[in-house]
């Protein structure tokens, strides 16, 4: 698989991605898609969300800081992004945290069509409706076996799932890969998760097979942080090193260090 192919179309197509996002992680979302090369937006407001993801490559919804509010200006954008086949990311971030999360997260897959669901292992859990709980935005713990439950979801929502964690699970549930790469000083700076979204968006926009995309996507991003944390002392060096990493990284690099395994 060549991965430096998707990385490749991602800095020449230069894709815009639009984003109704998590607001503590709006600013880091925005630079990670900038630095992969490709043109973030983050326009909220119900009176234009439409006519903005008519212009984009990629839609990434992010519940991480919901409202009412702003789940209806998530859903008109949603159906925006159907009526022109533009991919719809949607990270259940917190889902199984609270009853409004899992309300709102149900409310939006039911009321348009989400290409790629995305989360960690116990809010994937709680949206397939396993009996789990989220800690604020970080996994509970899930005894299930997560592939088969992403592989079930899938199936049942007619889209691809992802769910990240020590080892990412990306299946349209057909096919599925499994990606390796990443770094535990990740976990130790806020936003990765969301970054990792936007990522997802960033390379849907430029191909199709959307299981193929959020795969080699991750494995870049994940990639980059591996290569950050060898220059870095802590949290705040890993995050600088990090978006440098990305920045500077090559095609043949990332083929090298992928770690992405696929069964059917």
């Known amino acids: 698989m060549k991965v430096s192919v998707l990385l490749e179309k991602v800095r020449n197509e230069k894709p815009v991605v639009h ?20 043109s973030p937006v983050m326009a909220h407001a119900k009176e234009e969300v439409a006519e903005m993801t008519g212009i984009a490559g990629a839609l990434v919804l992010n519940i991480g800081t919901l409202t009412t509010d702003f789940v209806d200006s998530m859903i008109i954008a949603g159906a925006a992004a159907n009526i022109r086949d533009i991919p719809v990311v949607l990270d259940v971030c917190g889902a199984g945290a609270t009853k409004l999360r899992d309300d709102k997260s149900f409310e939006i897959l039911n009321k348009i069509k989400v290409n790629v669901l ?6 994937m859990a709680r949206i397939a409706g396993e009996n789990v709980r989220t800690r604020g935005v970080d996994s509970g713990g899930v005894n299930s076996d997560l592939v088969y439950l992403a592989k079930q979801l899938a199936a049942l929502r007619s889209c691809t799932v992802v769910v990240t964690g020590r080892e990412d699970i990306v299946t349209d549930g057909h096919k599925t890969y499994i990606v390796r790469n990443g770094h535990p000083m990740m976990t130790n700076i806020v936003g990765t998760g969301c970054m990792a979204t936007s990522v997802i968006g960033t390379f849907c926009a430029v191909e199709k097979d959307y299981a193929l995309a959020s795969a080699c996507g991750l494995a870049c991003y994940e990639a980059a942080a591996e290569i950050a944390a060898v220059v870095s002392r802590g949290p705040g060096s890993f995050k600088e090193n990090f978006f440098d990493a990305v920045y500077r990284l090559d095609g043949a690099t990332v083929d090298k260090m992928a770690k992405i395994s696929v069964t059917e």
């Open 118 to 123: 995305k989360g960690n292992a116990s809010e």
């Open 19 to 38: 984003h109704l996002t998590n607001w503590v992680t709006i600013y880091d979302c925005a630079n990670i898609v900038k630095v992969f090369g490709a």
